[in-house]
């Protein structure tokens, strides 16, 4: 009886060890899902921007023959005027 006790020891302390062993690996795994997660997510983001980017590429090309276009695109870019609009200065 007493080898009984001896080997149900060694028995429940190895499977202690593999207990412990398994809780470590299965935070570790985790924690790599976590990371490869937050990866996925900033690449989707950066995947979402250029989209926008194309999309706005794009209907610049389709549109750089339209006079409305290019005078838009004069005005909030380069800051021109046409020689009928009134500009006003406002400074404090």
Do not use: C, H, W
């Amino acid at each position: 009886m007493l080898k009984f006790n001896k080997v149900g020891l060694l028995g429940r302390l190895l499977l202690l060890l593999v207990v412990v062993f398994l809780v470590f690996e299965l935070v570790s795994i985790r924690r790599q899902v976590a990371e490869v997660q937050d990866t996925a997510d900033k690449l989707t983001q950066q995947v979402n921007e250029q989209t926008q980017a194309n999309i706005e590429l794009s209907n610049a090309i389709e549109n750089r023959d339209n006079p409305d276009f290019v005078e838009d695109i004069a005005r909030e870019r380069l800051g021109l005027v046409s020689p009928s609009d009134r500009v006003f200065y406002i400074t404090d």
